[in-house]
């Protein structure tokens, strides 16, 4: 079993749709709770980070983590063709020299005009 | 200024061959890492260095190996590669203090293993 499970979709949605996208995990140690967004033949960017449970927000983007469901979710509102990527969810316990990281695979999104 | 560069961006080469990915960083950070990522986009840690010091050392052949002559650089060398070598390998550095969760990835590079 992986650590992180992630729908790898893809989903299609249209402009100005909320789109929601999830993560499970096994690991109860994981305290850090990160969404990545990665563009085609591009490098994954941090999008936004939480730490522990709990809701964060960021403009049209919006984070939860449930950890006694060991569920974390990211939601995108007012959705725009821009958005258009592979969310990668990942998680990590924290070490000083080096946190490791798990990545879910990345569910792909197309928000369509 | 490019944060985290790689070179090459695309690589091609024969089965049996040896090759190197550099990958340098100039955002002052301590840790570098190296990720696979396959064609279903799943990223792999398989390195870590804080300061020179191999930190984080996954499941990898050792085929692969990784050299930092200083904290900027983490390079990755390859020997006798494989039609399973064929991914995009990326770099990332973790961020300094309170950043830690913060990881800043290289554009990537394409290895195609004929």
């Known amino acids: 079993q992986k650590e992180v499970e992630q729908d790898p979709g893809p989903l299609s949605v249209p402009e100005g749709a909320i789109v929601s996208l999830n993560c499970t995990y096994s690991?109860?140690?994981?305290?850090?709770f990160m969404w990545y967004r990665q563009y085609s033949r591009k490098g994954p960017e941090l999008l936004m980070y939480?730490?522990?449970?709990g809701n964060k927000e960021d403009g049209r983007f919006t984070a939860q983590v449930d950890k006694s469901s060991k569920y974390i979710s990211l939601f995108i509102r007012d959705s725009q063709p821009s958005d258009s990527a592979t969310y990668l969810c990942?998680?990590?316990?924290?070490?000083?020299?080096?946190?490791?990281?798990?990545f879910g695979t990345g569910t792909s999104l197309t928000v369509i005009p | 200024d490019t944060a985290v560069s790689q070179t090459p961006k695309y690589l091609v080469t024969q089965m049996g061959n040896d090759k190197s990915i550099k990958c340098e960083q100039n955002?002052?950070?301590?840790?570098m890492y190296w990720y696979k990522q396959d064609s279903k986009k799943f990223l792999k840690i398989m390195f870590s260095?804080?300061?020179?010091?191999?930190?984080i050392n996954e499941t990898v052949p050792n085929r692969f190996s990784p050299k930092s002559p200083d904290k900027a650089h983490l390079n990755l060398h390859i020997n006798s590669l494989e039609l399973g070598d064929s991914a995009v390998y990326f770099c990332?550095?973790?961020?300094?203090?309170?950043?830690?969760?913060?990881?800043?990835f290289g554009p990537g590079t394409r290895l195609t293993v004929l």
């Open positions: 990942a998680m990590s316990t924290f070490h000083l020299t080096g946190n490791q990281f798990y």
């Open positions: 955002l002052g950070h301590d840790t």
């Open positions: 990332a550095s973790r961020g300094l203090a309170p950043s830690y969760n913060e990881q800043f």
């Open positions: 260095y804080n300061n020179k010091e191999l930190i």
């Open positions: 939480t730490y522990s449970s």
């Open positions: 690991n109860s140690a994981f305290q850090y």
